[in-house]
């Protein structure tokens, strides 16, 4: 998915509120510009060199830059040397949103150890086994410390569920970009031709720095730790644990084929955590549309080929049979009640039109992308319904389901509304872009034909609901500013009208996030799913 105007201008707002104005304006500038060379970034930011260099640093440790080495000729013939650019991961940055959302998943499955585990990273970015355990110790009371093999324990149990895994290559080496690596065309927002995007920049340099699976989820530990947590005195007391990885990862002046002798460092695993909220997405697409029992039979469905799911991000789950399907349906609580029948004709009716599940041979597929689509969908209708009103969300429907271009008097014809109204209403949503429209001339006659694009309309969408999200984001923050007084106020000092603000303050901070979340959810929709 491209990157939207203001898409970008949300990236930046949530890095500025996390790291500041120095780190956000380093990031902007990767963000807008593409990948650049140390040397650029500082040009076009007009800060100093070190200044660059530190946010980067920061950037880097929590995941939403990545550098990578290119080929350079430099026009000369002499054999090319190899310049290391840095590219800005906007897909991560949007994550730092979703943190709540993540811890949430993993304390529905592990313990608190595990949740403090997966905070702690969401927190610093990348840490080594020393500073996990180290952290783990900090917050917990005095005298219960937390032994190292505890620590390990519950991390190769987050590394099993692929929550967590072994850091990117530092600089990972990239082919020189092709003309297909170019950035595709801007696309008008009523054009109706639609530009068939290339694998972008950044996932070939997120592939290449990603390690092979097996070192990726591999539960190799820190060797530079002793049982009881602390460094091995036998390794050479100048060398810190983490520091060279660090620099590695981040400094063009270090060579980076040098970081084989390294510790080993962590990070959270946005992909899977991603993968789960889809799945979540998808379960409760369907209980909207049909019911629980359907809903019950598609969760056991996507339980029962997560394994094979993980290994790859597909558009369709692993094929199943009834009988295994109906295995999995009953480990759980809910499941239980449903007898065989019963998952059959859930079966049946997740398959009816528009399936969900696909059958060959009698093995049952998830189709992830045709739920998506639906969902989105609906989506938009929504916001057409909530917008325009009823006549307009009739008319968008038809089209939208047509998929073809309609005159003016055939969609007047097929909803019941005058003509009069009928243009007046495709008008408004053509001026907001929601729509599409061609002039045909015949003799001395005009009509107007109207289509919808959702390839086009749904960019268009999403960049809104970035709008949207930047907006609401900048109001929580001008509404604590506005009341900061009450919010440092000691506990035993609201009272009487100071009380009641701080209650009314807080309410409306609860209202406002909750609603962040679920425009949040949206976002993830058209963007991530």
Same mark, same amino acid.
């Given at each position: ?39 650029n ?6 800060l ?11 950037l ?76 783990a ?36 080496? *990239? !082919?020189?970009? %092709? #003309?297909?690596?170019?950035p595709?065309? @801007?696309?008008?927002a $009523? /054009? ?26 591999? *539960? !190799?530990?820190? %060797? #530079? ?5 602390? @460094?091995?005195?036998? $390794? /050479? ?42 799945? $979540?997405?998808?379960?409760?697409n ?20 997560k ?17 295994s ?12 009640n449903?007898?065989?029948?019963h ?32 969902a ?30 309609l005159?003016?008097?055939k ?7 005058e ?58 923050a ?14 035993d ?14 309410k ?22």
């Open positions: 998915m491209v990157k939207t105007q203001y898409g970008i201008k949300y990236a930046v707002h949530l890095i500025t509120n996390h790291f500041g104005n120095l780190v956000a304006k380093v990031c902007e500038c990767l963000l807008r510009k593409g990948p650049l060379t140390l040397h970034i500082v040009r076009y930011t007009e100093t060199q070190m200044q660059v260099k530190n946010s980067l640093l920061v880097i440790q929590h995941n939403c830059v990545q550098a990578f080495r290119l080929a350079d000729t430099g026009g000369s013939q002499s054999a090319p040397k190899q310049i290391t650019q840095y590219i800005a991961l906007f897909d991560n940055i949007l994550h730092r949103m979703r943190f709540s959302k993540f811890l949430a998943i993993i304390s529905q499955e592990f313990d608190t150890l595990c949740v403090g585990i997966v905070e702690g990273l969401l927190q610093h970015g990348r840490l080594t086994l020393r500073q996990i355990v180290e952290r110790n900090s917050s917990q009371k005095e005298g219960n410390s937390v032994g190292m093999g505890a620590v390990q324990e519950n991390l190769r149990k987050l590394v099993m569920a692929r929550y967590v895994e072994h850091c990117p290559t530092a600089e990972p080496f *990239l !082919e020189s970009p %092709t #003309e297909d690596d170019a595709a065309r @801007k696309r008008g $009523k /054009s109706s031709k639609m530009v068939i995007e290339p694998e972008t920049l950044e996932q070939r340099v997120m592939e290449a720095a990603r390690p092979m699976e097996a070192k990726r989820f591999s *539960l !190799e530990m820190d %060797t #530079e730790l002793n049982e009881d947590g602390e @460094k091995d005195q036998n $390794k /050479s007391p100048d060398k810190h644990v983490g520091d060279k990885r660090k620099r590695d990862a981040s400094d063009p002046n270090v060579d980076s084929d040098t970081t084989e002798d390294q510790v080993v460092l962590w990070h959270a695993n946005f992909e899977e955590f991603i993968r789960r909220l889809r799945h $979540k997405a998808c379960i409760e369907v209980r909207a549309r049909m019911d629980d029992g359907a809903a019950i039979v598609l969760s056991a469905m996507l339980e029962a080929s394994t094979e799911e993980k290994k790859v991000r597909t558009a369709s789950s692993v094929p199943l049979s009834v009988n399907i109906y295995e999995e349906v009953i480990k759980s609580e809910k499941g239980r449903m007898t065989f029948d998952v059959r004709s859930a079966l049946v009716q997740l398959s009816s039109p528009p399936p969900f599940v696909t059958v060959i041979d009698e093995s049952y597929s998830i189709d992830f992308k045709h739920i998506i689509e639906v989105q969908s609906e989506e938009v209708e929504s916001i057409v319904l909530k917008r325009f009103g009823r006549d307009a969300y009739r008319m968008f429907r038809l089209l939208s389901k047509a998929g073809r271009l005159e003016t008097d969609i007047s014809d097929k909803i019941f509304v003509k009069k109204e009928t243009t007046k209403i495709l008008y408004k949503l053509w001026q907001d872009d929601y729509l599409l429209m061609e002039k045909l001339v015949v003799g001395t006659a005009t009509f107007l034909l109207w289509k919808v694009n959702k390839h086009v309309l749904w960019e268009h969408v999403l960049d809104e609901m970035f709008h949207a999200a930047l907006n609401l984001s900048l109001r929580v001008y509404e604590l500013e506005q009341q900061k007084e009450i919010v440092n106020l000691p506990t000092r609201r009272e009487g009208p100071m009380k009641e603000k701080y209650e009314k303050l807080k409306m901070r609860v209202l406002m996030e909750s609603s962040q979340m679920k425009l949040d959810d949206a976002i993830m929709l058209f963007h991530d799913f």
